[in-house]
């Protein structure tokens, strides 16, 4: 991806890691950018997408596009999870093959691992044993692409290559506390309860799961990094290579938004997988390490969050 003017597709340019690559791009000095939002094109239709593709035929395609949500909306919504993100991935693969476009990136999400695999994460642990149930659909959806990718660059000589990230944060996040992910509901919990004047902030769990967490715009640079330095096949896990736990997590946000009341854990919430620590070796292998710090990316998160959402209180 040497050509600045070539013609490059975001699927989902509207979401958060969407918008990311975008602004990746184009602070790169990519001009040729195509864009559609869900109402010019829905991607669950096959005959649409494949019309569009071809008629675009872009250089690159940028997978971004996904139906996603937090533990909440991946257990109560799961047959919507698995068919809306099959038919989204299959489709734009496979008119992406037909119309001749050799280089996509896949994107995907660390839940296609196995529950309770070796830390960290490795890309050869896919497919080595049981997943998360609460958010199974959405992984085997995922896990689908992947091999989507693996089989049409070995059938057809395509140059597909898929990008697992770590829970990603940051400006475009979604703070509905009904289907977000535990990062940005933490955000609007602790402000309301800052705002409210509450002495306690009630958190879902037992505080003790260990998780890692990437800030967008590090996700949309190794995405385009992969992309400029002409990596072709494979799997490749994006993240920080360290992680904290839910407690950590939640004194790291009370502390950038201000809130000084106490933690209380409902241990009736479920804590989903104990540990999720990709493992970040091929990527550092290429020269590509993340940059943004958690307390420096949540800060940016809050800040996007108080713009767009809430009074500065």
């Keep these: 991806m040497k050509d600045k003017d070539a013609k490059i597709y975001v699927a989902g ?14 602070a790169g000095g990519y001009t040729n950018i195509a864009m559609k939002t869900h109402a010019e094109l829905d991607l669950v239709d096959p005959g649409a997408v494949s019309e569009f593709i071809k008629a675009e035929k872009p250089d690159y395609i940028f997978m971004a596009a996904a139906k996603v949500g937090g533990i909440h909306a991946n257990n ?3 047959a919507e999870f698995l068919y809306q993100n099959l038919m989204i991935e299959t489709n ?36 080595t044993g049981p997943l998360e149930q609460t958010n199974e659909p959405y992984a085997i959806a995922k896990i689908a692409g992947v ?16 990008a697992m990230p770590t829970n ?5 996040d979604n703070y509905d506390l009904n289907n ?35 800030y967008i715009d590090d996700m949309a640079d190794a995405c385009v990094f992969l992309m400029e330095n002409d990596v072709t096949d494979g799997l490749f896990n994006i993240g920080k290579g360290k992680d904290v736990t839910i407690r950590e997590l939640a004194e790291t946000v009370m502390k950038v938004v201000g809130f000084e009341g106490e933690i209380v854990f409902d241990q009736t919430k479920p804590d989903g997988t104990p540990r999720k620590l990709m493992s970040v ?8 390490n993340a940059t943004t710090s958690l307390a420096d990316g949540i800060a940016r998160a809050y800040a996007d ?9």
């Excluded at 992406?96 to 050869?124: H, K, N, T």
């Excluded at 070995?154 to 290559?161: E, I, M």
Aim: positive net charge; charged residues 25%.
């Design 281 to 288: 070796e091929r990527m550092s292998a290429l020269g590509w």
């Design 147 to 162: 091999k989507l990718c693996e089989s049409y660059n070995r059938q057809y000589g395509t140059q597909y290559v898929s």
């Design 92 to 127: 734009v693969l496979h008119a992406a093959w037909e119309a001749g476009v050799q280089r996509m990136l896949f994107l995907g999400s660390s839940c296609i691992y196995p529950r309770d695999c070796p830390q960290p994460i490795r890309e050869e642990y896919l497919l």
């Design 180 to 214: 977000s992910h535990v990062l940005p509901a933490l955000i609007r919990k602790t402000h309301e309860a800052k705002i409210r004047g509450d002495r306690e902030l009630v958190v879902w769990g037992s505080g003790r799961p260990m998780r890692e967490f990437l």
């Design 76 to 78: 109560v919504y799961r």
């Design 305 to 313: 969050f108080k713009s767009r959402f809430a009074a500065e209180g």
């Design 13 to 26: 340019h509207r979401g958060m890691v969407g918008s990311a690559i975008v602004r990746r791009l184009q």
């Design 168 to 172: 990603l944060y940051g400006p475009n």
